[in-house]
């Protein structure tokens, strides 16, 4: 972004929940492909798919930190970035990043579970002869 001089939109940032929610929603499409089927068990595979990916972009953003500059770049950096004032640290932007994104994977799984809800668990479903009405 800092190539096309878009890198102070942050609203560009947002952009990130599509593939967040894409790679979630896959890895839960899949599960019930595999018919993996269970509420929890699909939510936690949610919340790791979402958490293992989180770890994976933190560590390409120190790389890249690193790469263009250190500490140095990361004050160029936070004035593009909603943080309260100061001089953050890269530990202080991991975590607070880390924090945001944690918060992200458990929301989007959560709204894409009840999505995915009556597919994965048929707990509300009765399927005996005694409780099913359209044989009466």
């Given at each position: 972004?800092?190539w096309?001089?878009?890198?102070?939109q942050?609203?560009l940032?947002?952009?990130?929940?599509?593939?967040?929610?894409?790679?979630?929603?896959?890895?839960?499409?899949?599960?019930?492909?595999?018919?993996?089927?269970?509420y929890?068990?699909?939510?936690?595979?949610?919340?790791?798919t979402?958490?293992?990916?989180?770890?994976?972009?933190?560590?390409?953003?120190?790389?890249?930190?690193d790469?263009?500059?250190?500490?140095?770049?990361l004050?160029?950096?936070?004035?593009s970035?909603?943080?309260?004032?100061?001089?953050?640290?890269?530990?202080?932007?991991?975590?607070?990043l880390a924090?945001?994104?944690?918060?992200?994977?458990?929301?989007?799984?959560?709204?894409?579970?009840?999505?995915?809800?009556?597919?994965?668990?048929?707990?509300?479903?009765?399927?005996?002869?005694?409780h099913?009405?359209?044989d009466?």
């Open positions: 972004m800092e096309s001089g878009l890198s102070d942050i609203y940032r947002l952009v990130n929940f599509v593939f967040v929610i894409f790679g979630i929603n896959r890895t839960i499409k899949q599960n019930y492909a595999d018919k993996i089927y269970g929890f068990t699909n939510f936690l595979s949610a919340i790791v979402g958490i293992v990916s989180l770890a994976l972009g933190l560590a390409s953003f120190v790389a890249y930190v790469y263009n500059g250190g500490q140095e770049y004050r160029n950096f936070k004035e970035y909603i943080f309260g004032g100061g001089d953050p640290s890269i530990y202080q932007f991991v975590i607070g924090l945001e994104g944690a918060a992200a994977s458990v929301i989007v799984s959560f709204a894409l579970m009840q999505y995915w809800k009556d597919k994965v668990e048929k707990i509300n479903k009765v399927d005996d002869a005694a099913n009405t359209a009466v």
